[in-house]
């Protein structure tokens, strides 16, 4: 083949090659027209001023404001048991009942003696020419009387014959739920016997960082959530703030919380959530801000045109579920009260979209 021919062919295939390049650009440019000419339903809403709660979120623990351990103050077998762990209590219903055989018995005996040291003090009475009416006789003298008789001792080993009797019985000091019960019918027992908690009301303790600490205060209202529920909140208030930053630079926060839904437990691992008012605020969904070329933009609509505005905007403040924005200076974007947000829909939207917003 002589280099004449071998030439030519190489142009040929040169000149093949930019054709299939000019080709390819002029697909991927129609390609692009035709992506923004194409209707997009969105959903919008009208930008304006108003309240933004900036939001601090923090890991706390839960513990009841009142709790007690619950003790038998006297030892014996347990007759019967009325509730069981997780059982909610009355204030005054009876938990666990010992066998009062014994303290009974020894009720009657302490009865016996006081009736003996009355039948005693009235004959020492009479001597002094007194009756059984102790009003008229002299206080000093009633006294040492009643000590010599034995009365004064048997009045008291009565009161503390009553009190056992009455110990053999573990009643509730305040409404709550118990926990850790450990007593069983028949079983010997003393000392502690159960936990009883108030689950209407509990104490969160969270940390801080010095730099949010500013935003709260006593009185500041926060929200909390489970892990296991977290789409369910409580509401709370902070009552302390403890003067003391620790060596991870953290201050510890106290907030009271209502059980309003039941579901909170004691020792709980929750989500705190302090939120901090901030008025005058561009507030948006956080679903109208999304990324272009690493930068935050939302989309307005050109009343004239109809058509999506690629705008940039910096993110001031966050919350669970909004955004606190304004234009961004640095790229001249301008955004203002009165402008129509496209708030969903918007993850492939282009610089002048067609866009057509739902019907409600």
Sequence with gaps: MNKGL???????LIAGCKQREGSGEEESGAAKTEFVREKNMVDTMVL???????????????????????????????????????DRVNAGEIIVRLDPKQ???????????LEKSELDLANELLGYGYGKDTANAPKNML????????????????????EDLENTSLKAPFTGKLANFSAKPFEQVSGVVCLLIDDSRFEVEFPLLEGEIKYVKPGSRIRLSSYNEPEKFY?????????????????KVLAVVDNTLGKL??????????????????????????MRDNFDVLFRIDPATGRAMWTYVTIEMSNSDSHSVVANKEKNAELNPGDIIIISGNLNLAEGSNVEIKRR
Excluded: C, W
């Design 103 to 113: 303290a009974l018995y020894k009720l009657r005996q302490a009865e016996e003696r």
């Design 235 to 251: 509401n709370g208030t902070v009552t302390q703030i403890n003067p003391l930053v620790d060596e991870k630079g953290q201050i």
């Design 6 to 12: 071998i030439l030519l062919l190489s142009v040929s």
């Design 143 to 162: 006294r040492i009387i009643k000590i010599r008789t034995g009365y004064s001792s048997s009045f008291n080993e009565l009161k503390q014959a009553q």
């Design 265 to 290: 437990m004691e020792g709980m691992n929750v989500k705190v959530f302090l939120e901090n008012l901030v008025r005058d605020k561009l507030v948006v969904p956080k679903s109208s801000v999304v």
């Design 48 to 86: 304006k001023k108003g309240d933004f709660y900036k939001q601090i979120i923090s890991n706390g623990k839960l513990r009841a404001v009142q709790k007690s351990e619950l003790s038998l103050h006297t030892s014996g077998v347990v007759e019967k048991v009325f509730f069981k762990n997780g």
